[in-house]
């Protein structure tokens, strides 16, 4: 008969071995699909997502870079080519030439909403160059946002405490299930356990127009702003239903926003019928559906709301 400690002690090892073939089952189906990448001094990682070759990483592991060679799981290195790349979503896609040699094992994206806060979350990557390297934690929050180089705030970020570090950037974030729910990115310094991952939905959105074009058509209006209160007693004097907005601090000559009208000084409440709390509220509007279409634009200029007419042009792709 077993004692009572003996039977927890047992208990724990089968847990343990569970949880422990189930990380290795992981990396085993989704491990030969995780490359490393290296663009001139700089390195990352990235995941194989066709057999052509196509893969996924992030767009600051291959900015600016004039040559892209990829290692697969075997230790053979190519050379990869960039097919597109957009700096607002910090993501990218590159190919290597998949005509000879063997044939390469994909990942598979999963659906980023059925993910919960606590699940288990394995990142593999290169950190620091040490190749193929695997740490483990929990998804520790969902729906986060952060920064990208262009200032523009990325949506539906993925929090774990799967310890990342440089050279882990562009790797996956994988469940036990073997499914990339995310695009490690991203870590606080010198915080610990405080990692970010692009959602595999926005990847797999993002992956396909660059695959198609090359790049992510955004609009634009050529205003420079900043996030400004609006005082309560303006507000009601003109029945506006906002507590803040975007005050127009410049304007490029000939965009959009100079041809309308708008001037230094303007406060943008609304676009195209949305209320605009401020800069990242007006960033999330100007999509590729707004290119050429009149949109509406409401403000408040010295003190009295107006009403003008927009249309947004489309937005030049930052360069390679």
């Known amino acids: 008969m077993i004692a009572p400690a003996s039977r927890a002690a047992t208990d724990d090892d ?18 030969p699909a995780v490359v490393r990448i290296d663009a001139d ?34 230790g053979l290195s190519k050379r990869a080519d960039l097919i597109g790349s957009d700096v607002d979503t910090d993501l990218a896609v590159i190919r290597v030439d998949s005509s000879a040699g063997p044939s390469l094992t994909c990942a598979t994206l999963g659906d980023s909403r059925s993910v919960h806060v606590g699940q288990v979350a394995i990142a593999i990557g290169n950190p620091y160059g ?14 986060r946002s952060l920064r990208a180089q262009s200032g523009r705030l990325m949506d539906d970020i993925i929090q774990t405490d799967a310890a990342l570090n440089p050279g882990n950037s562009g790797g996956p974030l994988v469940t036990t299930r073997g499914e990339v729910i995310g695009v490690n990115t991203a870590i606080i310094r010198p915080a610990q356990g405080l990692c970010f991952a692009i959602a595999s939905n ?10 198609r074009d090359g790049c992510i058509r955004r609009s634009y209006i050529g205003v420079a702003g900043q996030h400004v209160p609006v005082p309560r007693a303006l507000a009601r004097a003109n029945h506006l239903a906002v507590a803040s907005g975007v005050l127009v601090a410049s304007i490029d000559a000939r965009s959009p926003a100079a041809i309308c009208g ?34 509406p634009v409401t403000i408040l200029r010295a003190g009295e709301r107006r009403q003008l007419t927009i249309v947004p042009a489309e937005s030049r792709p930052k360069s390679q």
Do not use: Q
């Open 202 to 211: 926005t990847a797999r959105h993002v992956a396909a127009l660059l695959i």
């Open 41 to 74: 001094r700089a390195g990352g990682s990235g995941m194989v997502l066709t057999p052509e070759g196509l893969i996924l990483t992030n767009y600051h592991v291959v900015a600016g870079a004039r040559e892209l060679t990829v290692m697969l799981p075997d």
């Open 14 to 31: 089968d847990l343990l071995d569970a949880y422990s073939h189930a990380v290795v089952r992981t990396v085993e189906e989704v491990g």
């Open 262 to 295: 708008l001037l230094d000084g303007d406060v943008i409440l609304a676009f195209a019928g949305e209320t605009i709390g401020g800069v990242d509220d007006l960033h999330r509007r100007l999509t590729a559906d707004r290119i050429g279409v009149p949109c």
């Open 130 to 143: 040490f190749h193929h390297s695997v740490t483990t934690g929990v998804v520790s929050a969902l729906g």
